[in-house]
């Protein structure tokens, strides 16, 4: 018998069964979909955070976690414990090996997109992705106390335009603390293009700028029976007292340890020092527990299906014995039958594998939008992982192996044994 001949008797024999194959099929394409997507998410994931600040050598902050500093300064997630006051900052530059220093002041926000408080240095040194530096889409950067320069996701969600007028809110995250900074509006001046971090999500605006919003609060509250309007604010000393962190840039990379030692070593105040990429490795630690159990879950899952695609091709055995008897009398030796059924087996894993990266790849363009809308993160298919082709082979394998169990028992099952089954 040709393989031509054996593959198109595998194919009209399946399709012959085909009600109760298409379910074994559809188990396959679901555990197909589920571990290629866990290993799409977690690849890009990694790829999304990694890509978020690259050219910086130390990030500089009150003393916390690394992890934690990482989180607030360069992601926007969670809250300082403390700041740095702007004396350290000032003498962070005259370190030496420092190039320079771009400092940071959270705490405020548009609605629930955070509002970033920086110098100018930070659109000439800050880098993301390949040490790509941040381009405007239009517009100019800061130039008055009250500009404003916005990411492209926000510009985009919100359908903010060049010369629009915004109000801050003080606080962070969707829920206003109670009164904002309505009394001192900014003007959009420039539209950042867009990067795929967290900077497509941020308002930025002059450190001076944040100073004055906050003239007339205290402790996080308006003072009462005080208040200064914009015009106002413009006359008064706005020098910032303290930052929320600060990203370094060094001349030579290989000063990184001793510059480190010295921040963390600082006796004006408690400092610490992180790299990022360290703290990067650190935060993998913490979720790569959960990265774990979700291929474990995937796995279990394509485990199931290619027991069930075993037990719907053993289950099928005995109504096709005497259709494998009359194969083994017009000339198809017991090896052939072994082939037949093992083919089969491939061909189902093969179509539930199409299947479900089908599904992966309809599922991918409907949401990719959401997700770089709520959690900055881009989901790319043209880049096929060395895990995904590991993954897709190891199913493919499976699915082989499985068949073979049936094929085994069909090759054992004498002509005789077929051509009168028992009932």
């Excluded at 500093?69 to 740095?84: D, Q, R």
């Excluded at 093969?350 to 989901?379: D, S």
Aim: net charge neutral; hydrophobic share 50%; with cysteine.
């Amino acid at each position: 018998m040709s393989r031509a001949f054996l593959l198109g008797l595998a194919w009209r024999s399946a399709w012959n069964r085909r009600f109760t194959l298409a379910l074994t099929v559809f188990s396959i394409a679901l555990s197909t979909f589920m571990l290629l997507g866990v290993e799409r998410v977690r690849t890009d994931l990694r790829s999304s955070f990694s890509s978020a600040v690259s050219g910086t050598d130390l990030i500089v902050g009150a003393r916390t976690g690394s992890v934690q500093l990482l989180l607030y300064s360069v992601f926007h997630v969670g809250a300082a414990t403390n700041n740095i006051r702007w004396s350290s900052v000032e003498a962070l530059e005259q370190l030496r090996g420092v190039a320079w220093v771009v400092p940071l002041s959270l705490g405020d926000s548009h609605r629930g997109f955070p509002v970033l408080g920086t110098t100018p240095a930070y659109f000439a040194h800050f880098r993301y992705g390949e040490q790509q530096p941040l381009q405007l889409r239009e517009g100019q950067r800061f130039r008055d106390l009250y500009e404003v320069v916005i990411g492209a996701e926000l510009a985009d969600r919100l359908g903010y335009r060049i010369g629009q007028r915004i109000a801050l809110a003080h606080g962070t995250g969707e829920i206003s603390l109670g009164a904002g900074h309505d009394d001192k509006p900014f003007t959009i001046s420039g539209i950042l293009a867009r990067t795929g971090t967290p900077v497509d999500r941020t308002a930025h605006i002059s450190l001076e700028a944040m100073e004055a919003l906050h003239v007339d609060w205290m402790a996080g509250a308006p003072l009462p029976g005080k208040s200064i309007s914009a015009e106002e604010a413009r006359a008064l000393q706005l020098q910032p007292r303290s930052v929320t962190a600060a990203l370094v840039g060094l001349h030579n990379r290989a000063a990184v340890f001793s510059v480190q030692r010295q921040v963390n070593n600082f006796g004006a105040e408690p400092l610490m020092s992180v790299l990022p990429g360290v703290a990067l490795d650190e935060l993998w630690d913490v979720v790569g527990a959960g990265e774990q159990a979700l291929l474990l879950m995937s796995g279990l899952v394509a485990l199931v299906s290619m027991a069930g695609l075993m037990s719907v091709i053993l289950a099928g055995l005995n109504e096709r014995r005497r259709e494998l008897a009359v194969l083994r009398t017009v000339g198809a030796s017991p090896w052939q039958v072994l082939a037949l059924l093992a083919l089969e087996g491939i061909l189902l894993t093969l179509a539930g594998m199409a299947l479900g990266l089908l599904a992966l790849v309809i599922c991918v363009l409907a949401f990719n939008p959401w997700l770089q809308a709520h959690f900055g993160l881009t989901l790319d298919l043209r880049q096929v992982t060395s895990m995904q082709w590991l993954l897709l082979a190891g199913l493919l394998l499976a699915g082989w192996l499985a068949s073979l169990l049936p094929g085994w028992r069909a090759y054992r099952l004498s002509l005789a044994d077929g051509l009168s089954p028992r009932i």
